[in-house]
């Protein structure tokens, strides 16, 4: 059985974006850029809210991204091979190969979709996470706290939710980052 696995860049305030939707500060170090590529290598199942999905399929539509060095490269090739599926409502079409778009979010799906993968699998933005949450689906948490203070925006984690979660893994970057996997109990 696969693990739901919530994947954020925060603020040490616990935001995603700042009040005018902004999330310039959370640009990747070289160092973070290697980790994260290592760690999305594992998962072949991405599910993404419209915003993320429009925020990551620049892998697949801008290919001067994955020209700028061998490490982007190498995320834009992982990225591109895996299973996308992006919940919108809004969404009109999609623009990335190995992408399904879904109108409605459904929690039954999910755990279907975890019994049968080979590998973990991915849940990016907070909206959509936030069903996930509230549906007992995520089963681990992997958090980059990122040292600034935004003051408001899109939090991370939604409200309403109490989970306890047991610390399985921390790393420290150079740039004063720190990686967090927790498991929910």
Not at 30 to 35: D, G, K, L, N, T
Not at 41 to 52: N, P, V
Not at 136 to 162: Q, T, Y
Request: proline fraction near 4%; charge should be neutral; hydrophobic fraction near 35%.
């Amino acid at each position: 059985m696969a693990n739901l696995i919530y994947v954020a860049n925060t603020s040490l305030d616990g935001y995603t974006e700042d009040k005018d939707g902004k999330f310039d500060w959370t640009e990747p170090s070289e160092e973070y850029f290697r980790f994260i590529t290592n760690l999305v290598r594992a998962t072949r199942t991405h599910l993404y809210g419209r915003r993320m999905y429009e925020t990551m399929m620049v892998w697949e539509t801008d290919p001067n991204l994955a020209a700028e060095s061998p490490l982007r490269r190498d995320f834009a090739d992982i990225w591109q091979a895996a299973n996308k599926i992006v919940y919108s409502r809004t969404l009109e079409t999609i623009s990335t190969r190995k992408t399904q778009l879904e109108r409605t979010f459904d929690p039954e799906t999910i755990r279907q979709l975890k019994k049968t993968a080979q590998h973990d699998i991915t849940i990016g933005g907070p909206e959509l996470a936030a069903h996930a949450f509230r549906a007992g689906l995520i089963d681990e948490c992997n958090f980059f706290l990122i040292p600034i203070l935004v003051g408001g925006g899109k939090r991370a984690l939604p409200d309403n939710v109490r989970l306890e979660l047991e610390l399985l893994e921390e790393r420290r970057f150079g740039n004063g980052m720190v990686f967090l996997r927790y498991r929910t109990r």
